[in-house]
Every structure is written in structure tokens, then in C-alpha cells.
């Protein structure tokens, strides 16, 4: 019934997943996750390497039957719809899948065919796609001496080709270094505000801060939480963290002795005592007036990666 | 113009082609120039001073020619099913690539299938007009070696392509060339007669792919086809054939979609 409130909030739910499974022989990469992604929305999935986050997107890709639970994606199922569906997705992949023999432009060329788009359309879309990747001077380069974040770029143009309603990003900067991940992520941002619906995984807190409208963090192929990234930060951490390090042999002791502290969590790493608290510098004082003096202290706000500490017990990137 | 998916497929290996098809023009020509001069011409020679009644009253260089035409044609087949396909699935990764696409998993196998009997029909085209200007045709049914000799190639890739895909180191293909290639390629009735062979073995070549391509090639080349056996040996081929794309498709969809 178009036009009903029913209809339009209907239609407006792109990926439905309940109780979505995927399973390996015996191990489980994913343990049954429920989600809603909606048009026009940057979800994202927040976890470690092994987590059940590329086993989602491959199972959203249709390139992975679930083992278990329902999907549906753009109203379709993913086992017996995929080729209908993927026609109308993106995907960046996490490796590149880029043929490097052939030029830039080939490359988008051979994806346009894949999809049964005419030449001449193909032609206008790749200009105006490598515009926006910024690889308009490369575009009869061949692919193989790009640099990394060239090639990235090439593939979420690639991966642009059919304007899809729906691009997947596995871990769209793993590997690049911290200036190419910028323009990747400054593309992304701007994709974001044309309105396309983005899903990515990735195990970088500052990409899901600045990319994600609202996040799932994934341990162990299940959800630990999920919300906006200032929902959670509010939600499972404090509004500041005082970060102490102490000389190796102090450690252990000044833990026990800063455990006694009127903090609201006290976190011990490896390297590196966690305190979670509201008000940082005053913190601070209360550790000095312990008669403890830290190699190093540093108050900041509280992050994401606080947050997966708090839920898991384990740090993010390692 | 609305393309198959497959056909999707076959135009990304055609647009890979187009980077590699003169040197690979070459070779096709330089390939049976150089047997049927060596072996046909010089061989040869010797061989018919001898006397060819167990060849069948053929010049050796008329033998020859289409068993080695089958013969090319199962070496095609074999390089463009191996390497190819690993290099998709695990160095360049395009095969990935296709299946995140519209293409399903045998869309992607059908293309490359397609693209190998297009460079098993180019390569046998080159192949019989080396033996035409050899001299080495007997009959104009040698037209019908062409279709004969691209079935042969089918005959490999279609089985070698379904198992490639679940390969995971290409020392496996080193295997298929040393004790499966090479073998045929000597034993299978392209260089003498199969009745040469001591009879315990003989029936060992009668079951190879290669056997059948050999002596259909070879019967059409010559003129003497008789109907029953060339269906005998189409059937057999074409069997092969479909038997292993029903196969590939299971093993496609295995390795791409896990």
C-alpha cells in the first residue's frame, strides 16, 4: 500500500537479519546476529580480525549462503535471488581484486560488462567515477604499479559502476597508510552525504567514529552492543579516561594501589593502566596524592576502543 | 544486444586477450611448423622409405598431421585450464571479483570455457592451414577436423578447469603435465599407430580422451571416417565434456561461494 506509514517503513529496510548464522564445519563465524539496515544509513561493524565481520559482508554479498537465521536483502533472499541482488550492490572487497594488467579503465570496463551496462554508459560513468576517485590522469595507466591507495580508490570506483543501492566496504583502509586513508575515507564521507547507503567492517575506531551512523561491535560472531558511536561511548564508558604508564616494575603495585581510587573502572593493560572517570585531571591529582608519580599520564575522552575494551576485556588492534 | 551472463564473462577474457593475441598467433603458426617439418617432413621420410602399410597406406606426414592437430588441440586445452584458472582464483583474484557481480560461479566457468574454444578453434584453424600448405591433407572432410579437433581440446579443459578451481598450489598442474600430457601425447596414436603398443596396454589407450580426438581427427583428415566410429568417438568426447561441466559447476560454486 504505498503511502502508508507501514509501506514506507518497510521499504525503508534495505538488510533484515534475524538469528543470521554462518558456520564452518564446526567453528561458528557468526552466532547469530540480528540487525535492521536502513536506506541512507553508514552502519558498521566494529570487531577484531576473526570476529564474524567479513563472514556477514560475504553473507550480505551473496557470495556465502547463511548456515542459519533469515536474511533478506532489498526484500529479496540471498540464495536464491544473488544475482538480482548483487546487481544492485557495490563491493570493495578487502583484498583488491583488481585486474592489474589491464588499465584503470579496463578494469571498469570489464566490471560495467559484468553488470550488462552499455558501453556508452559505462563510458560516462567510469569518467565521471575516476573524477571522483581522483585517478582521472591514471585512467589509461595500467592497474599494477598504482600505489596502494590508488588501487583502493580504483575499487570503490569500481564498485561504483552500477550505482548501487547499497555499497559493502570490508575494511576500505586495512593497510594503507595514514594519508591515503584520509582520501579513502574522505571519499567515503562524501558518498555518504549523496545519500548512499554504506555497510563496512573494519577494526579502526576512527574510521567507524568518523564514518558510521550507528555501529555494531562484533566479538566472537555475536553482537556486544550496537548504537550511534556517541551512544555507545556514552553508554559503556565515561565521559574521560586517564591513561598512566608506570616503569615495569611498579606496575602491578600501582594497579593495586589505584584500584582503591572512587574511579568507575579501572582497566589494567600490558603496558598501560586504564581510569575511567569524569573528570580526568582530578584523577590525577588523586594518584599523586597516593604518592605515586607515572612516567607518563595523558587525559583524553573516551573512545570507541574503550568501549570494546569494556565489552570484551580485549583490546582492539593489536 | 543483450549478453548472457556467461557471455559476460567470455568478453572479460576476450578484453584480456586483446594485450596477448599476436604472440600467441605466433606460436600457434610456429608450433606445427616446426613438428611436421621435423618429424613430418624428416621423420617422415625415413619412415615411408620403409614401407607405410601399418600406417595405412598413408604417407607418415599425412599420419601424422591430425594426430598431432588433436594432439595441439588437447595442449590448449590443458594451458588455458590450468594456470588461468589458479591465477583467477588465488594471484589476481579477478574470479572474486566476477562473483561479487551478477555472474553466478558457472557463469564465470562457462565464460572461460567459452573464451577456451574460441583459442582451440583459432589455434586449429592455424593448425590445419600449416598441414594444407604441408601438403598433408587427404580429404575434404579435413574441414570436419576443425569442430573434431576443438571437441578434443573441451575434452581436457572441461575436466581439468572442474578440478583447477579446487586447487590450491599449482604444483599440482606440474603432476597433470609430466604423467598425463605427456604420456597421451606419445602413446595415444598421434606418432604410430596404437596397434604398435604391446595388446595388455592397448586398452589403457583406448579409454584416453586423447585416443578418440586422435582417431577422429585423423579418419576425417584422411577421408576413410566411417560413421559408427566417428560417433562413437564424438559421443565419447562430448560425454566427457558435459559430464565435467555438470561437475565444474559444483566446484565453481564451492571455491567462490563459501
Given amino acids: 500500500m504505498p503511502g502508508s506509514v507501514t509501506w514506507v517503513l518497510a521499504s525503508d529496510v534495505l538488510i533484515h537479519a534475524r538469528g543470521l548464522a554462518k558456520r564452518f564445519g564446526s567453528a561458528e563465524a557468526v552466532a547469530g546476529i540480528d540487525f535492521d539496515l536502513h536506506r541512507g544509513e553508514a552502519f558498521g561493524f566494529l570487531g577484531p580480525n576473526g570476529a564474524g565481520k567479513s563472514s556477514t559482508m560475504r553473507m550480505i554479498g551473496c557470495v556465502s549462503p547463511p548456515s542459519g537465521g533469515k536474511l533478506s536483502i532489498l526484500g529479496m533472499d540471498p540464495v536464491a535471488d544473488g544475482p538480482a541482488i548483487r546487481a544492485r550492490l557495490g563491493v570493495v572487497p578487502q583484498e583488491d581484486t583488481l585486474d592489474v594488467e589491464l588499465t584503470v579503465r579496463e578494469n571498469l570496463l570489464i566490471y560495467g560488462r559484468y553488470f550488462g551496462l552499455p558501453r556508452q554508459m559505462i563510458a560516462e560513468r567510469t569518467a565521471r567515477l575516476l573524477e571522483f576517485v581522483q585517478l582521472a590522469d591514471r585512467a589509461d595507466d595500467q592497474v599494477e604499479p598504482l600505489s596502494g591507495g590508488m588501487k583502493r580508490r580504483l575499487t570503490i570506483a569500481r564498485s561504483l559502476i552500477n550505482e548501487p543501492e547499497i555499497l559493502l566496504l570490508d575494511e576500505p583502509t586495512t593497510g594503507l597508510d595514514p594519508q591515503a586513508r584520509h582520501a579513502v575515507w574522505d571519499r567515503l564521507y562524501r558518498l555518504k552525504q549523496q545519500g548512499v547507503t554504506l555497510v563496512l567492517t573494519t577494526h579502526y575506531m576512527d574510521e567507524a567514529e568518523q564514518l558510521c551512523d550507528r555501529l555494531a561491535v562484533m566479538d566472537r560472531g555475536r553482537f556486544a552492543a550496537e548504537g550511534s558511536p556517541r551512544e555507545l561511548i556514552k553508554r559503556y564508558a565515561t565521559p574521560e579516561v586517564l591513561e598512566l604508564r608506570f616503569d615495569p616494575a611498579e606496575h602491578e603495585q600501582a594497579a593495586e594501589k589505584i584500584a582503591g581510587l572512587p574511579a568507575e573502572r579501572l582497566e589494567v593493560l600490558a603496558d598501560r593502566l586504564l581510569l575511567y572517570t569524569g573528570d580526568g585531571d582530578a584523577a590525577l591529582l588523586a594518584v599523586r596524592e597516593l604518592g605515586l608519580e607515572p612516567l607518563t599520564s595523558l587525559v583524553r575522552r573516551s573512545t570507541l576502543e574503550d568501549v570494546f575494551l569494556r565489552l570484551t576485556g580485549r583490546q582492539l588492534e593489536d | ?258
Fill in chain 2, 1 to 258: 544486444m543483450i549478453w548472457s551472463f556467461a557471455g559476460r564473462g567470455f568478453r572479460y577474457w576476450l578484453t584480456n586477450y586483446r594485450r596477448t593475441w599476436r604472440g600467441s598467433i605466433y606460436s600457434s603458426l610456429l608450433s606445427p611448423v616446426l613438428y611436421l617439418g621435423a618429424m613430418g617432413l624428416g621423420l617422415g621420410k625415413l619412415i615411408d622409405a620403409h614401407g607405410t602399410a601399418r600406417l595405412g597406406g598413408v604417407g607418415y606426414l599425412a599420419f601424422l598431421a591430425p594426430g598431432l592437430l588433436a594432439a595441439a588441440a588437447m595442449q590448449a586445452g590443458i594451458e588455458e585450464s590450468t594456470y588461468p584458472v589458479l591465477g583467477s582464483v588465488k594471484w589476481r583474484r579477478t574470479y572474486y571479483a566476477a562473483a561479487a557481480s551478477p555472474l553466478r560461479p558457472s557463469d564465470i566457468f562457462h565464460g572461460h570455457l567459452m573464451f577456451t574454444v574460441m583459442r582451440l578453434a583459432m589455434n586449429s584453424v592455424i593448425f590445419l592451414a600449416v598441414m594444407a600448405a604441408f601438403g598433408a591433407i587427404a580429404s575434404p572432410w579435413a574441414l570436419a577436423a576443425l569442430p573434431a579437433a576443438v571437441l578434443t581440446g573441451l575434452a581436457f579443459a572441461a575436466p581439468i578447469e572442474a578440478w583447477a578451481i579446487t586447487v590450491t598450489k599449482d604444483t599440482s598442474f606440474a603432476l597433470v603435465f609430466r604423467f598425463g600430457m605427456i604420456p597421451l601425447f606419445l602413446f595415444s596414436g598421434t606418432f604410430f599407430p596404437v596397434s604398435q603398443l604391446p595388446s595388455w596396454i592397448r586398452p589403457l589407450a583406448y579409454v584416453t580422451p586423447l585416443w578418440h580426438g586422435v582417431a577422429l581427427c585423423r579418419s576425417l583428415s584422411l577421408g576413410d571416417a566411417s560413421l559408427g566410429g566417428a560417433l562413437v568417438h564424438v559421443g565419447y568426447l562430448a560425454a566427457l565434456a558435459v559430464l565435467s561441466i555438470a561437475v565444474g559447476n559444483r566446484t565453481y560454486r564451492r571455491r567462490l561461494c563459501v
